[in-house]
């Protein structure tokens, strides 16, 4: 797991959809799928239900997120 799976994670959750994650980060759509798919790789669960080309988070994704915001906030307080 890295910095930038975890921003576009938090990005995802936090704006609602990968296009909207995407400007938010200044990144393209494509790039914050790919991330995002990885990151499903590396924790070994599934954060997204596939709909229709929509991403849907699960109940596991809402209680990673709360981990993610804590650590993400975590590393910017030692900037």
Do not use: Y
């Not at 909207?20 to 995002?36: C, G």
């Amino acid at each position: 797991m890295n910095l930038k799976q975890l921003e576009a994670f938090d990005a995802f959750m936090s704006h609602g959809s990968a296009t909207r994650a995407a400007a938010a980060l200044k990144i393209s759509q494509p790039m914050v799928s790919r991330l995002l798919s990885s990151l499903e790789e590396k924790t070994g669960f599934e954060l997204f239900l596939r709909k229709r080309n929509r991403l849907a988070p699960t109940p596991e994704a809402f209680r990673f997120h709360q981990s993610v915001v804590h650590h993400l906030a975590g590393l910017h307080s030692l900037e």
